[in-house]
């Protein structure tokens, strides 16, 4: 196998993940919407909301991925680690400022990064009315509503849209 081959082999699989992982961000944003939607407002349990934003940050977390997959194949941004760190820091030190992408898409990541790492590691959560409240280990509360969990979908709509945008440009060309 000749270096050529490998490298044309290599970019091919680029190219795969980004469109992959735009699909997967976006099943993901579809099924947190839904849960929001229509689950929630028929079992009315504020766990759902957890839920949601798991979904979410894993939607958010595949847009995040597509676009850094995205750079990697028109090398504009150097190799990357597969962590959210990693990937993460690329999208707020490189991809962003290449975009002008709103920094509240920053911030809500952030947000729904920390929100889960606190929901892993409480030692106490529980849901009371419309409400899942989350409480750290220094007892600082988080609390989880139906109207920042609709927020959130709402913003991640346009962050996924803006992605979806920028990594098609180029599809009929590569494909």
């Known amino acids: 196998m000749t270096d050529n081959y490998l490298y044309s082999q290599s970019l091919t699989v680029l190219m795969e993940k980004f469109q992959v992982t735009r699909e997967e961000s976006k099943k993901y944003l579809k099924i947190a919407d839904h849960m929001l939607t229509v689950t929630y407002p028929l079992v009315k349990d504020p766990k759902l909301l957890l839920a949601v934003m798991e979904n979410l ?51 809500m990541i952030e947000e729904i990064k920390s929100t889960i790492v606190e929901h892993k590691n409480a030692p106490v959560e529980f849901a009371r009315k419309d409400i899942f409240v989350i409480y750290s280990d220094n007892y600082s509360m988080k609390t989880l509503s139906i109207k920042e969990m609709k927020e959130y979908v709402a913003k991640a709509k346009l ?17």
């Open 57 to 107: 940050f894993l939607s958010l977390t595949k847009a995040m991925a597509s676009i850094l997959y995205y750079e990697r194949y028109y090398k504009r941004i150097p190799p990357f680690h597969d962590t959210f760190e990693s990937k993460f820091n690329m999208l707020r030190l490189k991809v962003a400022g290449m975009y002008n992408m709103r920094p509240e898409y920053i911030k």
């Open 159 to 175: 962050f996924i849209s803006d992605i979806s945008n920028i990594t098609r440009k180029n599809e009929r060309i590569i494909g």
